[in-house]
């Protein structure tokens, strides 16, 4: 168990630019979720995924991000038109159907900073 | 809907002294409540949680909570900290929603300072 990795995990880009970050999950786990956590904020839901499956979306998701998990393996979180309100820690979570209930297990985030 | 309010911003405590730090949740039915640690520039790890039975919960790193209906609290404890103990705690509440996600929703967090 490698625990949930997250590439990268510094980003800075300009305003306006498109970023893409990577979450690889706990190899056996099915459910992987994304958070948003800015600067002394609690993290923030965005969307969650079982399997491939996206099955549930926040409203802070605006039409600007998209998030894939293609084959219910790693997933991707991209953000086009990069704005400065989108500097924060995205944080990426796992956990499987059969373990734990809500036993989510947290990657060390992608810092993304917006100039 | 539910919500988490942990009322100390940051909390200052000498190295083995004793900890207390402050949940309160809001949710019409019964809580699954949730205590995670943020190390700086890390991940969460989850240091215990509440789902029934016995209201005080043992967690890793010597850390406890007591699970208070009446008072819709959370409060997580230790008897003696240690200056490893610094960093950042988030108390949480988990639902479940009608597409089966077992959504966590975070308080705002309680900066943990230790000194010697």
């Known amino acids: 168990d490698t625990g949930v990795s997250q590439d990268p995990r510094h980003k800075i880009t300009k305003r306006g630019q498109n970023v893409t970050f990577r979450c690889d999950p706990i190899s056996e786990h099915n459910r992987l979720y994304w958070y948003r956590q800015t600067l002394g904020q609690g993290p923030e839901f965005l969307t969650y995924?079982?399997?491939?499956?996206?099955?549930?979306k926040s409203r802070l998701l605006s039409d600007r991000f998209s998030a894939e998990r293609p084959k219910g393996s790693f997933s991707t979180l991209e953000i086009q038109r990069t704005e400065q309100g989108d500097s924060a820690m995205y944080l990426c979570?796992?956990?499987?159907?059969?373990?734990?209930?809500?036993?989510?297990?947290f990657g060390p985030g992608t810092r993304l900073t917006v100039t | 809907a539910q919500s988490v309010t942990q009322p100390d911003i940051h909390i200052t405590v000498s190295e083995g002294a004793s900890l207390e730090l402050r949940c309160n949740y809001s949710?019409?039915?019964?809580?699954?409540l949730f205590w995670y640690v943020q190390s700086p520039g890390q991940g969460l790890q989850l240091l215990l949680k509440y789902f029934s039975g016995d209201t005080l919960v043992q967690g890793i790193k010597g850390f406890e909570a007591e699970f208070k209906r009446s008072q819709s609290s959370f409060n997580l404890r230790k008897p003696s900290v240690h200056w490893s103990d610094a960093a950042e705690y988030f108390c949480?509440?988990?639902?479940?929603?009608?597409?089966?996600?077992?959504?966590?929703?975070f308080g705002t967090g309680t900066r943990l300072t230790i000194i010697p």
């Open positions: 949480a509440v988990g639902t479940i929603s009608n597409f089966g996600n077992e959504k966590l929703t």
């Open positions: 979570a796992s956990s499987s159907h059969s373990g734990h209930l809500y036993e989510q297990y």
């Open positions: 995924f079982q399997n491939e499956a996206q099955l549930e």
């Open positions: 949710y019409g039915a019964t809580p699954y």
